[in-house]
């Protein structure tokens, strides 16, 4: 009697921690996504939103729902509460269920948010990158430059090989007034279609480079693919844009005719037939005229 009544003690002690861990984790969960929502709603911008999601939208999914499994655990150790007296064998048989229960529900939702839903991710993010972008100075719609994905730019500073890693560069113009805006995409963060099983799970293992960029001429680099899923590999060839900008700003260190702090605009504007022609200029002014004048000016 006296041992039966301590173990109701024990019983009673474990379900109260139990109801207070499922509604504890559970409200983890919700607030785990509810501030994800109102952090990802205060960044305004597109490319803030893009920016906001890649680096944190699964890892927040994933504690979401590594909580909620923890709930679950708990809400399913209280099965059978009121009616069912201690034994060790239905306790111990109980606790092996709400292991599995929890474990079904997280590792399922960690699969997916790893394997397919990169998939969804990749289209929200390929809106926001094309999402035309507003000027702040009048509210106009600007323009994108030359949409080339095969075209890269290296991360700057990185002078080790086994180091560097591309980057794209998005450019988006007010024709109205040559005002620009250049985005930076960091090349090897971004997750690819793979050829083999079709989830979005593609990524940039190494870049090597085959032809290092002159400020005269564009390099030759190869960036190797491995899926995170399947495992199958892909090895693609890219161009990598000539950088004469960082020769330029070692040769005109001082060079700042309009006080402005900007020591170069480069311009690069792909036509309709797929030429390519980089402009440079030494102010904005410079640009501005003549993204006023290169409206005028007939193709060839
Ligand atoms: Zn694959």
Redesign the pocket.
Known sequence: MEESSAADGFLYVWHTIMIIGAVGFLIMAIVTFIQYKVRLAAHKEPKDKYDFIRNHEIRNYKRFFIFLSISVACIINTYGMSSIEFHIIWFAVRIFISLAGALLVGYTALLILQYYYPTIMHKKLKKLRYTPRINPENGHEMRLLGEHEEDVHLEEGMQAEENIFSVDYDVWVDESTGYTKIEKYPGHLEALQ?N??G?Y??KVVREEIIEPPTPEKDGELIKHYQ?E??K?IRATQFHIVRDSYQNWAASHPQHDPDGKGIGMVRIEIITTGGERRIFEFQSTDQAEKFLGEYENTPAG
Do not use: H, Q
């Open positions: 793979c083999n099983c989830f799970t593609m899926c899923y399947c199958s």
